[in-house]
């Protein structure tokens, strides 16, 4: 599995996933499991669907970009 969602991707999908489950515990409903989906996919770094895709939301710094633009 290669890392293929970036830093604020990642805190956001922690956040809101975290929300989620929180509020499915406290409603005491079942819906909170979904929120395990983007904490899941937050805290690995990972989302198949971005892979998929063949997205990422992984920024590169400009040295990074420089050598990859010379290969």
């Known amino acids: 599995m290669k890392v293929n969602v970036g830093a604020k991707d ?3 999908r922690i ?5 989620i489950f929180a509020a499915g515990i ?8 979904l929120g ?5 996919t937050g805290m690995t770094g990972w989302c ?3 892979q998929k895709l063949g997205k990422s939301t ?6 990074e970009k420089e050598e990859n633009q010379e290969n």
């Open 58 to 63: 992984i920024v590169k710094k400009n040295h």
């Open 10 to 12: 990642r805190f956001y």
């Open 48 to 50: 198949p669907i971005y």
């Open 26 to 33: 406290f409603t005491n409903s079942w819906i909170g499991i």
């Open 36 to 40: 395990l989906l983007p904490w899941g």
């Open 15 to 19: 956040m809101i996933g975290g929300g």
